[in-house]
């Protein structure tokens, strides 16, 4: 008998699904976009999928053993969907270098790759097939990348690219000058850094003065020291952004949290909408400056960032507000 599904995405996380047949179970999710399951059994579904047609657009692959599948039935697979989330998959080194490969034709519906928490710098592919299946892509998040991996994704022609946004975890930046840096990735519209040591001031200095940018989205959370960047240019250049994420790992110093702050105060100065700040130390930014910029956000996070009474009064005490999703938990560095 044939499934019929009235819903293309059904949510069934915590349900156990340990007693239906997996072949029953790979069959109905094929007929669905998408799915929040990962408990599925991959030896019955990957084959199916490869062997027909199916539905999906997005499947969460997380920590799957897929020894019984072979790579290139996994990678054919997988290129029919249009987001791949490959997910804390640990010695599966050949599947993922079969997608690569296949990805690298741009003859794929693949139009998001993540791969948060696999280490695609053990994965044995040349460095320019990688690059080739990324910059076909229109969305990338990029774990642990090589020193050579990275290389080849910052030389290679980007003609016809459609990459727009990119997540680098982890990642070797040690060979990519700041100017490169600058000159490649002014180009996209999102970039997070987060995890990376191998970042640099200089790099990210380069980025934010680089001319025409398109970049609008900004992640730098637990990465690279800014503390050394003249505070009117950091906050000059952040505020024309859209989003900004950062946290006490980037040791913002007092004179740069002051300056953004007031340059931020100044709506026809600022594009920020969504404002980061978890773990930073806002106590010496005037209260009235502190509520009005927060209240003129749709998000901010303001956690554990040593906030005074005053200054979360001038935060809660308004009669309007544009924050749609805020938070200030005081944390440990509260003060009264």
């Known amino acids: 008998m044939q499934l019929r599904c009235r819903y293309p995405c059904v949510q069934v996380w915590q349900t156990d699904f340990s007693q239906v047949s997996p072949t029953l179970l790979a069959t109905a999710l094929l007929q669905l976009q998408q799915t929040d399951l990962y408990h599925f059994n991959p030896d019955a579904l990957f084959p199916l999928m490869d062997q027909g047609r199916t539905r999906l657009k997005y499947l969460p692959i997380l920590e799957l053993e897929l020894v019984g599948v072979e790579p290139d039935t996994f990678a054919r697979a997988c290129v029919k969907l249009e987001t791949v989330e490959l997910s804390n998959l640990c010695e599966q080194s050949r599947h993922v270098a079969a997608l690569l490969g296949l990805l ?3 003859k794929t519906r693949v139009r998001k790759l993540l791969t ?13 097939v990688l690059a080739k299946a990324v910059i076909g892509l229109e969305v ?4 642990s990348l090589s020193s ?5 994704l910052f030389r290679i022609p980007t003609k016809g690219s459609r990459l727009r946004e990119v997540a680098f975890y982890a990642s070797d930046f040690s060979t990519i ?8 990735l002014a180009n996209l519209t999102s970039l997070d850094f987060q995890y990376n040591t191998t970042i640099t001031q200089d790099h ?3 980025l934010l003065t680089a001319k025409h940018s398109s970049v609008r989205n900004l992640v730098l959370a637990n990465s690279v020291d800014l503390s050394g960047i003249e505070p009117k240019l950091l906050a000059q250049k952040l505020a024309l952004l859209s989003r900004v994420e950062l946290n006490g790992k980037n040791k913002l110093t007092s004179g740069q949290v002051v300056e953004l702050f007031r340059v931020l105060d100044k709506k026809k100065s600022s594009f920020l909408e969504h404002l980061s700040l978890w773990g930073t130390d806002l106590s010496s930014v ?3 400056v502190l509520g009005r910029v927060a209240n003129s956000l749709l998000w901010v996070n303001l956690s554990d960032s040593s906030l005074s009474c005053c ?5 809660l005490w308004v009669t309007k507000t544009n924050i749609q999703v805020g938070t200030s938990r005081m944390g440990a560095g509260y003060s009264s």
């Open 140 to 143: 990338a998040t990029l774990d």
């Open 204 to 206: 990210i200095v380069a």
């Open 104 to 106: 690298a034709t741009g």
């Open 311 to 315: 200054q979360l009064r001038h935060i």
């Open 286 to 288: 005037p209260a009235a």
């Open 116 to 128: 948060a928490g696999t280490d695609l710098g053990e994965v044995e592919v040349e460095p320019e």
């Open 148 to 152: 050579p991996q990275v290389e080849a």
């Open 177 to 184: 000058s700041p100017r490169l840096f600058s000159g490649r």
